[in-house]
C-alpha cells in the first residue's frame, strides 16, 4: 500500500489523465464552443483557490456553468439565475469537472482523494479533520460515494480520514468506477456534492 500511496498512485494519475484527455478531446472541444456561446464570453474556465496536499493553496480549474451577469447595484445574480443551460447539462454529467484532469497533471490533484473545500474551513477542522490534506485532495473520492447528500460534514470528514488510512490500488479502482457509473446515469455525483466548487471567478 505504501509504494502505491507514495509512488505507483501518482504514475497512474499522470497516464490516466493523458489517456482520457486524448479520448475526450472532442467532446470537450464542442464543451469549449458551447460554453462560450452559453455565457456570452471567451472566459470558458474559472478559477479558484483551494487548499492541497499538506494545506498547500492551489487554483482549481474549471468550465464555467454561469454567466457574469449583475443587478443594478453591481452584484452577481443568485446562482439559479446565472446558470446558463449549457452548464446545467454539463452538470448533470459532470463535464464541467474535466479541467480539473490539469490539475491532476500539474500534480495539485489525484483522479481520486478528499474533494477539496473552500481555504476558510481550515481553522476549523479538528487535528484529526485536518489529515484529509495528507495527500492530494482528488476529482472524486470516498466521501462522494457513500451518501454525499444525507451524511453530514463529520460523517464525509470521518470518510475523508479513513481514506487516507486505507489508499490502495483496489480502493481507488472502486471509487473511480462507481463514480463513472453514476456520471453515466446522470447523477451529478460531483455536481450534488455539497462541497462542489462555486462557479465563481476571481
Known sequence: MRIYKNSLKRILDVLLAIMIFVIMSPVLVLVMLASCLSTKSFKIFFLQERPGKDEKIFRVVKFKTMDDTFDQNGNLLPDT?????????????SLDEFPQLINVLKGDMSLIGPRPLLPEYLPKYTKEQSRRHEVRPGISGWAQINGRNTSSFSERFKNDVWYVDNISFFLDLKILI????????????????PNRIDDIEE
Open 81 to 93: 439565475v446565472r446558470i446558463t443551460k449549457v452548464g446545467k447539462l454539463l452538470r448533470s454529467f
Open 178 to 193: 462507481t463514480t463513472l457509473l453514476k456520471v453515466f446515469k446522470s447523477e451529478g455525483i460531483l455536481d450534488q456534492d
